[in-house]
């Protein structure tokens, strides 16, 4: 089974910055994409940053310019660099993976259990 751990959530105040990291148990290659999502106070889980194992990125439009999005296959873990953080930025993150069935073109999601970003000052 898979399994990610996240790491480096914590309390930061407004334009500071934070550097989250997901560890895999497998090889990250095995993945069709990896990324972030988080869940704020009373909201629904949204998508924060992808990156495909072709390297492709996706942002929200929230945080483009302010997150980056990486990934060290050698380390089996992804990154996101957060920037320029905001009030509103505040949420649980989770780290994600896809694994897709080429033959079916059926993917299934991993998820971490989240570490905690607290934008406050």
């Known amino acids: 089974q898979v399994q990610l751990v996240e790491s480096g959530g914590g309390l930061v105040q407004p334009g500071g910055s934070l550097r989250l990291s997901c560890v895999a148990s497998?090889?990250?290659?095995?993945?069709?994409?990896m990324g972030w999502y988080r869940q704020g106070p009373g909201k629904q889980r949204e998508l924060v940053a992808t990156?495909?194992?072709?390297?492709?990125?996706n942002y929200a439009d929230s945080v483009k310019g302010r997150f980056t999005i990486s990934r060290d296959n050698a380390k089996n873990t992804v990154y996101l660099q957060m920037n320029n953080l905001k009030p509103e930025d505040t949420a649980v993150y989770y780290c994600?993976?896809?694994?897709?069935?080429?033959?079916?073109?059926?993917?299934?999601?991993?998820w971490g259990q989240g570490t905690p970003v607290t934008v406050s000052s």
């Open positions: 497998t090889n990250i290659f095995t993945f069709y994409a």
């Open positions: 994600n993976a896809k694994f897709r069935v080429e033959v079916t073109k059926v993917s299934y999601d991993y």
């Open positions: 990156i495909t194992s072709g390297g492709t990125t």
